[in-house]
C-alpha cells in the first residue's frame, strides 16, 4: 500500500502564473477547499479558498499569494501510514507525493487515504473491535491471539495507540471476525488483560460512510 498507488488524478496544480479566480473555479469544480502548486516539476505548498477569498482579487497570480503547508508531502514509496500522519500534522486534506527526486507526482485526498486504510485494516468485515489497556512490557500479540483463538475467535487485524489517559501504557485495538464478544471478553480478563471498550458489529458493512465511522471507532478517534 504504497503512497503512489492513491495518486488522485482528478486534482491537478497550480502553476505560479495561474490566476486565482481559476483556482477558486477549480476548487468549487473538484469540490476542494484547497489546491497544490508546483513550479518546473517541483512541490511548492498548497493554496487555501480562505486566502484567495481575503485578498478579493481574482486577477492576482497564484505566484505572489503565499502558500502553506510546504512540508506536508511524502515519498512515493512510503506507505498510506505515513500519508495519514503527514496530513495530520500539517492539517490538511491533501497530501503531496513526491519521487526520490522531490519531483511532483500529485496528491492524496484523505477521504482516498482513509479509505484505504480502512481496508487495510478489515473495518469493512463483519465482526467486532476490542480495546485493551496494558504496559507496552505486557504486550504479546502471539498470547493474547492464542487466547482469543480458543474461543474459536480470530483476529483481522490490530493497532497500538499511546493512552492519552497514561503515559505508560498502550491501546491496543483488535478487529475480530466474529460479533460475539462475550466468550473472547472473559477469557482475556480471566488472563488479567484489561478490557476498556468493544463494538459489536450486527450487520455488514453498506457504505462508505459506514466504512469510515467504524475506522474512527477502530482508531478511538
Not at 58 to 69: D, N, S
Not at 132 to 143: F, I, V
Not at 162 to 187: Q, Y
Request: proline residues 3%; aromatic residues 8%; negative net charge.
Amino acid at each position: 500500500m504504497q503512497a503512489y498507488e492513491f495518486i488522485n488524478s482528478l486534482i491537478p496544480p497550480l502553476k505560479l502564473s495561474d490566476r486565482a479566480g481559476m483556482a477558486l473555479a477549480w476548487m468549487e469544480e473538484i469540490r476542494t477547499d484547497s489546491l497544490p502548486v508546483a513550479d518546473q516539476g517541483r512541490f511548492l505548498g498548497f493554496i487555501g479558498d480562505e486566502v484567495i477569498f481575503e485578498l478579493n482579487d481574482p486577477e492576482q497570480l497564484v505566484g505572489t499569494i503565499e502558500l502553506e503547508a510546504g512540508a506536508c508531502w511524502v515519498y512515493s514509496d512510503k506507505h498510506i501510514y505515513d500519508v495519514l500522519r503527514v496530513a495530520s500534522e500539517n492539517q490538511s486534506n491533501l497530501v503531496a507525493v513526491l519521487d526520490r527526486e522531490n519531483s511532483y507526482l500529485g496528491v492524496i485526498s484523505m477521504e482516498d487515504a482513509i479509505a484505504a486504510f480502512a481496508d487495510s485494516l478489515s473495518i469493512k468485515s463483519q465482526g467486532s473491535v476490542l480495546i485493551l489497556s496494558m504496559n507496552m512490557t505486557d504486550y504479546l500479540l502471539s498470547e493474547i491471539s492464542r487466547l482469543v483463538e480458543s474461543e474459536n475467535t480470530k483476529i483481522l487485524s490490530s493497532f497500538i495507540t499511546n493512552d492519552p489517559l497514561d503515559s505508560d501504557k498502550i491501546k491496543l485495538t483488535l478487529k475480530l471476525d466474529k460479533p460475539e464478544l462475550r466468550h473472547v471478553k472473559a477469557t482475556l480478563e480471566r488472563f488479567g488483560y484489561r478490557v476498556i471498550d468493544h463494538y459489536q458489529e450486527e450487520t455488514g458493512i453498506s457504505s462508505e460512510e459506514d466504512r469510515i465511522g467504524n475506522l474512527l471507532r477502530f482508531l478511538d478517534i
